[in-house]
């Protein structure tokens, strides 16, 4: 595949020639573990309310302290909220993810990555207080609103944060790991629901509901431990700065790395660039066809994070356990553990072995075994209806071994794309001026489908079935003929080697200008050819040129 845009990855062949790992060296690996407790673990709250939304549905007293209208399931015939008002109670968790995507762009920019998700922490932690305390169903969904305004400020500056400042070498499994941190919030999630679903008082659902502020408190007491991003402190003219927390990080103290001194080259000259052809504003998004085409495959890519089937997995496990025929309390919140760990485990493998593989190779597989997966699951559910219409007793034991095996299938067929790679895919697709308005706008289309698909995951699966399940497998179909005909391949170059993936090849040459002249220390003139076009002359970086 060509692309105009993109000239000599030389910073990315000195980044290969480092090749001492992340683990031996002292200064990367304190950041790293600093960005895993604030950055990383964001998505933990993602993990956590998803999880906490489906097993709370488990719980009798949650059920009866909500359902005023006297409604009951009509598989266990125990009290539960009616089909349209539970979409709407795990929806409007999205609705305030939207309300705050204006304003989180021109947030980011004036007071940085950092206090971006310092803010939006703070505000997670009302809102899950918000959440435990609540005295009726309106107070709990303003309180849901509340952790969907913070949760968005956190997600869009901690995936940035930590595209800008992983080393070359590592960006890619670090932002393909920000997403795999979701099921350790699942995970806890499912665990806490094993001892408290059964519990008699309020408390079955208030505890839990106040212990989704953990992770906010993590990002709160340790955000500032970890440095700002040297792109936004370069847009801030802090070049000083900048030059000493990349020195620090990705020289290990080296002043003379010519990593470092080719890095920081690169982020002064295609900032600048960016920066001279970019208004700061959302308009930017639309101005040039380059940056139009980033933004429907944003768009889409938001589409397919929450339309792919996982959201009906996630939130309404219950009533698809129900409908396999596992309808005891101690049968849902063991098959949700375990999930749960199966998923951790199959998102860590999947960011592990991103760096191996093309990422279209990656989405498109993801898409692929999706259907593969929904396909069968649309049948063992179907049968599974037909012995129930037959006789409502009766459970087809077959059909529920094989809906469960699907079940658990789904989660290493989406993690291979979806999660694995929505990140690193979006921090490499926009240029740092537009980054935030970029992740931005795959949250907006990612909030607008999660509140659609959970308003009509319960009314639907409860009146068609199967039937609904078989609109996602064709739905799927969609997703992989889309991405095989409009994703780029973004895999094996650098942030800044990316920036102009769909502009004037000459923008990106006139980075690749400033980084020769700064790593071979010369007043270099690029070297003009007959047809008038502006290449740049090519120099061999000797083998003992390399960072720490």
Known sequence: MVHEGLSDPILTHLAEQDRTPWFKKPNLRKMYFFLFLCAMGVEMTSGFDSTLMGTLQFSPTWNKYFDTSGYKDPKTKKLALEPGLLG????????????????LPWYSQLLGRRWSVM?????????????????????????RMVLGFGIVMCIVNASALIGELGHPNDRATLTSFFNASYFLGAIAASAIAIATSDMKTDWSWRLPSLLQMCPSLLQIFFIFFVPESPRWLVSKDRYDDALELLIKYHGEGDRDSVLVQAEMAQ???????????????????????GMRRRVIIASFLGFFTQMSGNTLISYYQSTLFNMMGYTTNYAKTRINVANNCWGLLTASCAAIAVGRFPRRVMFMTSAATMFLMFLGFTVAMEKLAEASNETPSRVNKSAAHAALFFFFAFSPCYNIGNN???YTYLTELFPFAQRARGIAIEQVWGKISGFFTQNVNSIAITHIGWKYMAIITAWLVFEFSFIYFVYPETAGRTLEELAFLFEDKEYADQAIIAVEKRIHHEDMAPAEIPDGKTVVQEHEVAPNQKSA
């Open 88 to 103: 709407l109670v795990n929806s409007c968790y999205q609705l305030g993810s939207l309300i705050a995507i204006p304003f």
């Open 420 to 422: 694995a790679i929505t």
């Open 267 to 289: 982020i002064q000259s295609t900032i600048k660039i960016e920066l001279e052809h970019a208004k700061q504003s959302w308009m930017d998004m639309l101005r040039t066809s």
């Open 119 to 143: 803010t939006g922490s703070l505000i997670m932690v009302v809102g899950a207080l918000l959440q435990g305390f609540a005295q009726n169903l309106g107070m709990y969904i303003f309180a």
